[in-house]
C-alpha cells in the first residue's frame, strides 16, 4: 500500500487563504502560521497524510529548524534558502514506488518541477477547498474521522518484514 505524502509551501498558503491572508495583513504572521499548522493537522488527520509543512526564511531571516507539531513535520529553512529549491530537494528522495506524493503550491514553476519529478500538485485554493469540506464532514459526524488514529502506514505484511529482518540477519553475519 503506496503512503501519501503532502508537502505544503507555507507562506504560499498564507497569502492565498482567507483568514490566514487577514492576519498576514495585520501583522499577525505568527497566529497565521499557527492557524495554518492547525488547519492542516485536521485536514492531515482525517486523510492519513504524513505532512510536511516548509516555511522559507523571508520573515524568520536566520533561523533554519525543523520540528513536529500537531503531528506535522515544520521546517523553517535555512536564510537565502527559499521554500521550493527545499521542496525541489525533498522531491528526489521521496516520490518513489511505495509513495503518493502531493505538493500544494501556487507558484507555477514549482508546479511545473512537481510533475517533472513524479509528484502530484495542488494549488492554495484547491487545498483551501479541500481543508473547507474537512472541516464540514467533522462537523457533521463523520465517523470515519479520529484525531488519535494517525498512524505510519507499513507497505509490508508482517511475514515479509519477518523475511526482511531474516534476510538481514543473514547478511550481517
Do not use: C
Amino acid at each position: 500500500m503506496k503512503r501519501n505524502r503532502l508537502i505544503v509551501d507555507g507562506y504560499n498558503m498564507i497569502g492565498s487563504w482567507p483568514p490566514l491572508k487577514r492576519l498576514k495583513d495585520q501583522d499577525q504572521i505568527e497566529e497565521a502560521r499557527d492557524l495554518l499548522l492547525e488547519l492542516l493537522s485536521n485536514y492531515a488527520a482525517y486523510h492519513n497524510y504524513e505532512t510536511w509543512v516548509i516555511f522559507d526564511a523571508m520573515f524568520v531571516p536566520g533561523l533554519s529548524q525543523t520540528y513536529d507539531q500537531y503531528k506535522l513535520h515544520v521546517v523553517y529553512t535555512a536564510e537565502k534558502e527559499t521554500a521550493d529549491a527545499y521542496i525541489e530537494a525533498m522531491m528526489d528522495e521521496m516520490v518513489g514506488v511505495l509513495r503518493n506524493v502531493t505538493v500544494a503550491t501556487s507558484d507555477l514553476a514549482e508546479q511545473r518541477m512537481v510533475f517533472q519529478k513524479g509528484a502530484l500538485r495542488k494549488s492554495a485554493n484547491e487545498l483551501w477547498r479541500d481543508i473547507q469540506k474537512t472541516q464540514l464532514d467533522i462537523s457533521q459526524g463523520d465517523e470515519n474521522y479520529d484525531p488519535n488514529a494517525y498512524q505510519r502506514m507499513v507497505p509490508w505484511s508482517y511475514q515479509q518484514m519477518r523475511d526482511l529482518k531474516s534476510l538481514l540477519e543473514d547478511l550481517s553475519k
